[in-house]
């Protein structure tokens, strides 16, 4: 069964500290996977693409076929760095249905 | 660029009534719209993807007659919640992919604001 595996509901930092908020993903198909962040009271908008191998606000994610991870990172964190991030798993064979990890929230302090 | 809205924003209603949730691609043609259900706290979980013109389909264990989806144009798409009851009261978060003309976003879901429900 497909499956997203956000293991920590917080992530507890403070500014300038590396993060690394980690994804796993269980599915037997060809994994296209994306990293959504929502900051407060705002719509869910997408960070990160793996196919797009890119680097948003400083952070990055690389897909490990091995591992089955796309952990997301970032060297050095900063306050508005805060929110919710979901990791999310794109099942292929049409419509594009994304499978949603449980979000990891992402607190930086000061 | 690539704007979906949601209307209403939140909405109460009697147990029993029914609600309609429309979603809609402001800049783009969602050739496919989703909709997913988010309780507090947890993460979103998808309800049905519709294609524009043709019927919804549904995940398991949600149902059909209950969540009824239209999909009638290329920008809209709408969510009945019929004869509402408490359980419902949740937040619903809808998505569109389409031919947005970024590189490479031909696929990526835009979600919209979302739309809090209140059964009383």
């Known amino acids: 069964a497909q499956r997203v595996t956000q293991p920590e509901k917080l992530l507890s930092v403070f500014k300038g500290a590396p993060v690394e908020l980690k994804c796993n993903y269980s599915y037997s198909g060809s994994p296209e996977l994306f990293w959504y962040v929502q900051y407060s009271r705002q719509r869910l908008q997408l960070l990160l693409r793996?196919?797009s191998r890119e680097s948003i606000k400083g952070f990055t994610a690389d897909l490990n076929k091995g591992e089955t991870s796309f952990h997301l990172k970032k060297p050095f964190a900063q306050e508005e760095d805060s929110a919710m991030y979901y990791c999310?798993?794109?099942?292929?064979?049409?419509?594009?249905?994304?499978?949603f990890g449980a979000g990891t929230r992402l607190a930086v302090h000061p | 660029g690539a704007v979906v809205s949601q209307h209403p924003s939140w909405v109460i209603c009697k147990s029993g009534t029914s609600v309609k949730i429309e979603c809609r691609s402001l800049d783009f043609q969602a050739t496919t719209m989703f909709w997913y259900r988010q309780f507090p706290k947890q993460s979103l979980m998808l309800m049905a993807t519709s294609n524009e013109g043709s019927k919804a389909t549904y995940e398991q264990g949600v149902e059909k007659d209950k969540f009824l989806i239209n999909h009638a144009s290329l920008t809209l798409s709408t969510l009945t919640v019929t004869s509402a009851h408490p359980e419902d009261s949740s937040f619903y978060i809808c998505s569109a992919s389409g031919d947005y003309l970024l590189a490479g976003s031909t696929d990526t879901q835009y979600f919209g604001p979302g739309t809090r429900l209140t059964v009383l």
């Open positions: 999310a798993l794109s099942l292929s064979g049409g419509y594009n249905k994304l499978i």
């Open positions: 793996h196919i």
